[in-house]
């Protein structure tokens, strides 16, 4: 488990100790420790909060997949109506909840995810069915890409640009690129405007200082 929120783990500790074919081997409240913690006990599969200080839901999701590693994730967002379900996808996720899932919803999809198959919310899965069948897009986030929708996540917490080209392992021009094409598709032009609309989409419920 993956949240830097004690409470929600506590929980969610709670209704799995109680399952006979379940146990919690690790959890950590910020996405860094959790990417360690995954590499080194191999979990079957992570519950990992969207947001978090740090390495979000969205860059752990993406370095476990390119890593080829085989825990796979479920993303635990607060909200549904963002960019993150299609993105998590894309990006590799197995299954995407809201935390005000009911307990029997996150066993299932916990044993779902576990036995390789890929698990939405019912209201999350007709959202992006009702999306696709209409091509509307409900964020100016579901222009970017995943690499963008990633570096806009970082500039949004405040991260300096040569911290993310080290955790991106990336050049500082191909970041600045990155930059200003989300920039561009937003139509922002810094990151105090960025950071606003990241909030106000759900994607970060931190905003920069005096954002």
Not at 118 to 125: G, K, N, S
């Amino acid at each position: 488990m993956v949240d830097d929120h004690e409470l929600v783990r506590t929980g969610f500790r709670m209704i799995i100790a109680a399952q006979l074919d379940l146990s919690v081997v690790g959890e950590a409240s910020d996405g860094e420790t959790g990417l360690a913690l995954i590499r080194r006990e191999k979990p079957d599969v992570a519950l990992v909060d969207v947001h978090m200080p740090g390495l979000s839901g969205v860059e752990l999701t993406e370095r476990v997949n390119r890593s080829k590693l085989a825990t796979r994730i479920i993303i635990l967002s607060m909200v549904s109506d963002s960019p993150f379900p299609r993105r998590l996808l894309e990006a590799g996720a197995g299954g995407y909840l809201t935390k005000g899932c009911p307990a029997e919803e996150l066993l299932k999809a916990i044993r779902a995810v576990a036995d390789g198959r890929r698990y939405l919310a019912q209201h999350v899965a007709e959202q992006l069915a009702l999306s696709a069948l209409d091509g509307h897009r409900d964020s100016p986030f579901e222009l970017l890409t995943a690499r963008e929708l990633e570096v806009a996540m970082m500039l949004a917490q405040g991260r300096e640009m040569r911290d993310i080209a080290r955790i991106m392992k990336l050049s500082a021009k191909t970041v600045a690129t990155y930059k200003y094409r989300l920039f561009d598709k937003l139509r922002v032009d810094n990151t105090v405007a960025l950071a606003h609309l990241a909030g106000q989409h759900g994607l970060i419920d931190r905003p920069l200082p005096g954002a």
